[in-house]
């Protein structure tokens, strides 16, 4: 899948090499160097990814990450120095699609991209309107609906979900939600649904954990559920 990609890396020889390998790919590449200018040129571009450096001056990643957020359901892909499991785990939090630690191989940010679009990809071809009870996955239109009320979910949030709600009360272990990404990576996805499905995300009655297994997905009014 060819896509329009916005790099931003203030390391501007990184940068320029990401770039290179990215267009190598076929896509189509927008190249920043801070974060102001990031956040600039998505909203005019509106790309189909970007690739955001936690570490950038004027406006970090982070912050860039959440206005993004607020705004869209831009996949985003974050890129920090930082190896501490609670700063991942804050850009996950923040609505990252996924992240690479600082070093790591240009092969390595390419693969994770290719496999973010085709995750995207998989979902919107398939014209298909799930069910859960009162939740409601539109494949087509990539909404979710909870009774009357609109969710808005990241493009990772909503692959894990609409593979849960294909089969309901299925249990998928973490690799079957995501084999690309870090188990914690996954459970940070499956707490961010909880506080936007669940009526007391503590105490989760649509989106459940099996012990040593994985998540499901069920109707919290079937009581054979």
Do not use: W
Not at 182 to 205: G, S
Request: glycine fraction near 8%.
């Amino acid at each position: 899948m060819c896509a329009h990609l916005l790099v931003a890396e203030d390391n501007r020889g990184q940068a320029d090499l990401l770039g290179r390998y990215l267009r190598a790919e076929g896509h189509r590449v927008t190249v920043v160097h801070d974060g102001r200018q990031a956040l600039a040129e998505a909203r005019r571009q509106r790309p189909d990814l970007v690739v955001l450096d936690v570490m950038m001056p004027g406006l970090d990643g982070l912050n860039v990450c959440r206005i993004l957020r607020r705004e869209s359901s831009v996949l985003v892909l974050m890129l920090t120095a930082r190896s501490g499991e609670e700063d991942l785990l804050l850009g996950l939090d923040l609505g990252a699609d996924d992240y690479l630690t600082k070093p790591y191989s240009p092969r390595e940010l390419v693969a994770r991209v290719r496999t973010l679009l085709r995750r995207v990809d998989r979902v919107r071809t398939d014209d298909t309107v799930l069910h859960v009870g009162d939740l409601t996955v539109d494949l087509t239109r990539r909404t979710v609906t909870v009774g009357d009320k609109r969710i808005g979910c990241t493009p990772a949030e909503f692959a894990i979900l609409a593979t849960l709600a294909g089969q309901p009360d299925r249990v998928f272990a973490r690799k079957q939600l995501d084999r690309d990404a870090a188990d914690r990576a996954v459970d940070t996805h499956v707490l961010n649904l909880r506080r936007k499905i669940e009526a007391d995300p503590r105490h989760p009655r649509r989106l459940l954990s099996v012990y040593g297994l994985g998540y499901k997905l069920t109707d919290p009014g079937d009581e054979s559920s």
